[in-house]
Structure formats: structure tokens, C-alpha cells
């Protein structure tokens, strides 16, 4: 006589056989508890045997930039060390909170100005600093951290950047952006009618917003300066267009307060404590 068909409860679920045979088994701990065949740790976990600290404070010092390995400074925590490794904290080494920071670049023309990896962004190295930089600061990968562009720019244009870490920064040149005066320089081809120099200083409409006034004068003969309230990537090349003139060339020298002064193409410097924009 034949078996009746297998049958299973509604609602069950079949698992298939090494599937359920895996789910019984028990855990192997042994490899996640066991140290690597090499004997290697994480430096957080080093520093913290050497310094008598927690783990939180050993990964404070790395990260603050105050622990070699073998001669060398290393910042992350995570860093694998193996025992014949030298490791020591560096002499003024002390735990500090970490602090946010503002940085002001010269963009060269060319380069995309936005927090994407091949553009400006990539310029802020140790090896960029301004000479001369009064802050003090040593520079440590974190201030890379949560860095953000402020300040818009075309891709042909040169001049000033500042990327943050600061909220109140970010609020006062994003959200307040409407308050901060911009100033540049525009290298022109051509030449003004009489009366178009009052006409742009009362401002133009552009992409729904409405015109507001702006300050336009000749620097020299092919050159015009501009200052005027957070203008967005494009106008002023429209205002441009709009008078007749061609523009070659368009630069930033100053945001808010803060002008690009000793700032040479390609460097940055960070924004002092007490400077505002």
C-alpha cells in the first residue's frame, strides 16, 4: 500500500537541510575571540595596555595625533600593530576634545568646487598650508571629518573657498547666505554704453529671483569689480552677457569680512578664532 503524502502545517517553514543543520549548530567563538596568527592588535587596544587608559582615551590620543609607530604618526585606531612594533605616545601628548575647523582655500580655475573626491577639496593636504598660518593648528586627518563646502564656485572660476566643520559657519554662509556680501574681479572683453554701469549697480532678475543692488565698478580698463549678496554660480557671468561684455576671466578675493589676501592659488590657511564672515 502507498504512504500518504507528506504534509506539513500552515504556517510552517521548511528550511533546507545544511541551512537548518547551520541554524543548530553551535557557534564557533573561537576566531573572533582568538588574536590573528601574526599576534597583531589594534593600536587602540596597545595604547591602552601602555598608558593604563581606557579604550576611549587610547583612540583619543591617535586620533589627536599623538601616537608613532615605529618612528611614525599614525591616526587611526584601528590600525593593526604586530608585537615587535614600537609604540609610544609623542612628548606633549595630552587629551583634547576635537575641535571643529574652518578652512579658506584659493581654488585655482578648473577645478569643481564640491565636496566630491577630484576636486578642490583634494588641495587641502599638509603640504598646501599657507606658509606663515597663524593658527597653530597641527593637522590631523579628522579635521577631514564631516567637512563641508560653504561657499559655491564655478568650475572656471579662481579665488576664494571655505569648507567647515562649524554649524554656526555653515548656517551664516547657507541659510544667512542672502546677508554675505562676495566680491570679485571680472576680467571683461568690450565695453559699457552710458548709463549700463547705474543700470547693473541697480541690479537684474535672474531664474525667478527678484534683482537686487550690487555694487559694479571699473578697476582698470579690462577689469570690473563686483560685490554683492551671495550671487548664485552663473550670474554674474549673465550680467555680463546682459551689458554686452565678455567674461574671460572671474575671481573671488573676499567673503563676508574675510578677504583672500596672501592666499597664493592652490593653498589654504585655517580661519582664525576671532575672524567672522
Not at 201 to 210: E, H, I, S, Y
Not at 230 to 239: D, W
Request: proline share 8%.
Amino acid at each position: 500500500m502507498s504512504k500518504p503524502p507528506h504534509t506539513r502545517a500552515a504556517g510552517t517553514l521548511t528550511l533546507p537541510r545544511r541551512a537548518a543543520a547551520s541554524r543548530n549548530a553551535p557557534r564557533n567563538t573561537a576566531r573572533q575571540d582568538s588574536k590573528p596568527a601574526d599576534g597583531s592588535e589594534r593600536l587602540a587596544k596597545r595604547v591602552a595596555a601602555l598608558q593604563q587608559c581606557s579604550r576611549g582615551d587610547a583612540e583619543r590620543y591617535i586620533e589627536g595625533g599623538w601616537v608613532a609607530v615605529d618612528g611614525k604618526t599614525v591616526e587611526e585606531p584601528g590600525f593593526r600593530v604586530a608585537p615587535q612594533q614600537a609604540v609610544a605616545l609623542l612628548p606633549g601628548a595630552r587629551l583634547e576634545p576635537a575641535q571643529p575647523v574652518t578652512i579658506l582655500l584659493h581654488k585655482p580655475a578648473g577645478l569643481y568646487a564640491n565636496d566630491e573626491p577630484g576636486s578642490a577639496r583634494d588641495l587641502i593636504l599638509p603640504e598646501n598650508l599657507m606658509p606663515g598660518d597663524r593658527s597653530g593648528l597641527r593637522f590631523l586627518k579628522r579635521m577631514l571629518n564631516g567637512l563641508k563646502l560653504a561657499t559655491p564656485l564655478e568650475r572656471a572660476a579662481s579665488g576664494l573657498l571655505v569648507y567647515t566643520q562649524e554649524y554656526p559657519v555653515m548656517r551664516k554662509l547657507v541659510e544667512d547666505a542672502r546677508h554675505v556680501e562676495h566680491e570679485y574681479i571680472a576680467e571683461v572683453a568690450g565695453a559699457l554704453g552710458e548709463g549700463d554701469l547705474a543700470r547693473l549697480q541697480r541690479g537684474l532678475a535672474w531664474q525667478g529671483r527678484p534683482a537686487t543692488p550690487m555694487k559694479v565698478s571699473w578697476q582698470n580698463e579690462t577689469h570690473l569689480r563686483f560685490a554683492l549678496k551671495t550671487p548664485a554660480p552663473g550670474f554674474i557671468e549673465y550680467v555680463c552677457d546682459t551689458a554686452g561684455l565678455r567674461l574671460l576671466a572671474l575671481r573671488r578675493i573676499r567673503i563676508g569680512r574675510l578677504p583672500m589676501a596672501g592666499l597664493a592659488p592652490g593653498l589654504w590657511r585655517y580661519r582664525l578664532g576671532y575672524e567672522r564672515f
